[in-house]
């Protein structure tokens, strides 16, 4: 294994999972500037996350359904315009 290549600044950081607000404390060398008091009373640099093991759909066993209906009816509103104007120049060929 090679020498001196892992950091050294190991320090407490809570990690939170701003979807459902699960916080764990772990050490980790990732910068923030953002603090949290925890449990123990100390303060502690907060790293938040978009998700985590308690949120994750595989881990939850909870899918989310994506209504792609939804999503093509959105964007046919969107550029209808543009729709009708490539049907009409198709015609024309």
């Given at each position: 294994?090679?020498?001196?290549?892992h950091?050294k600044?190991?320090?407490?950081?809570?990690?939170?999972?701003?979807?459902?607000?699960y916080?764990?404390?772990t050490?980790?060398?990732?910068?923030?500037?953002?603090?949290?008091?925890?449990?123990?009373g100390?303060?502690?640099?907060?790293?938040?996350l978009?998700?985590?093991h308690?949120s994750?759909?595989?881990?939850t066993?909870k899918?989310?359904?994506?209504?792609?209906?939804?999503?093509?009816?959105?964007?046919?509103?969107?550029?209808?315009?543009?729709?009708k104007e490539?049907?009409?120049?198709?015609e024309e060929?």
């Amino acid at each position: 294994m090679k020498a001196d290549i892992h950091p050294k600044n190991y320090r407490f950081v809570v990690f939170q999972d701003m979807s459902n607000e699960y916080s764990f404390l772990t050490r980790s060398t990732a910068n923030t500037k953002e603090t949290i008091k925890w449990e123990d009373g100390n303060e502690y640099p907060l790293i938040k996350l978009e998700i985590s093991h308690t949120s994750h759909p595989f881990y939850t066993g909870k899918q989310q359904l994506v209504d792609t209906a939804g999503r093509v009816d959105k964007f046919r509103t969107k550029y209808k315009r543009h729709l009708k104007e490539n049907k009409v120049t198709e015609e024309e060929k």
